[in-house]
């Protein structure tokens, strides 16, 4: 069943949110390398270093409660890497498998492009095998979204006493022409 959510720009109010959504996916999974879940000032933090540049948003139901958030961040320091970013999304459990990360990936895609954003990473621990903290449902994910492989990083992360890789996929925006426009920040909407 498809959810109804309304996708808008993040705003600082909705950390508290933002980081219950993610306590979980830090305390009971290997989906993130993080060891200790950020509070909500550190949300706070997180959001306000985010949006001086990239968007940042979130997916809302009827009543205003956050489902999920997703947003895109600096791939590599350097000027020369400029037109590409790294792409991280997270949504509630209870929301999942209904349409919203689609949604999420969707409207994040539209705001990249007006800011001239060609490329798009996401960086994805992967299991060695069955494992109770982690399987290959983000992997599937942005695969269907058009994602694919580019690299993969063997044993690189450990976590709950276990070893995972670390995979990387791509997926083009836009037409990578030379003498490419620069990319703008991020306006807000």
């Not at 890497?81 to 990936?105: C, F, N, P």
Request: hydrophobic share 40%.
């Amino acid at each position: 069943m498809k959810l109804s959510a309304t996708i808008r720009p993040v705003r600082p109010e909705d950390a508290a949110a933002l980081a219950a959504i993610y306590r979980p996916y830090v305390e009971t999974t290997a989906i993130t390398f993080e060891s200790t879940a950020p509070t909500a000032e550190e949300f706070v933090r997180r959001i306000a270093a985010t949006t001086a540049r990239y968007p940042y948003l979130v997916a809302v139901d009827a009543t205003g409660r956050v489902l999920g958030y997703a947003y895109a961040d600096t791939f590599k320091g350097r000027a020369a890497y400029d037109w590409s970013v790294e792409t991280s999304i997270y949504v509630d459990a209870g929301a999942r498998g209904k349409g919203l990360g689609r949604l999420l990936y969707a409207a994040l895609e539209q705001r990249l492009a007006r800011q001239h954003i060609c490329n798009l990473y996401a960086c994805l621990a992967s299991p060695r095998g069955a494992d109770p903290a982690l399987d290959e449902s983000s992997r599937r994910f942005h695969e269907k979204l058009g994602y694919r492989l580019v690299g993969t990083f063997t044993q690189c992360a450990c976590k709950f006493g276990r070893w995972y890789d670390m995979v990387w996929l791509e997926k083009h925006l836009a037409a990578h022409a030379d003498n490419a426009p620069a990319v703008i920040p991020w306006d807000g909407r």
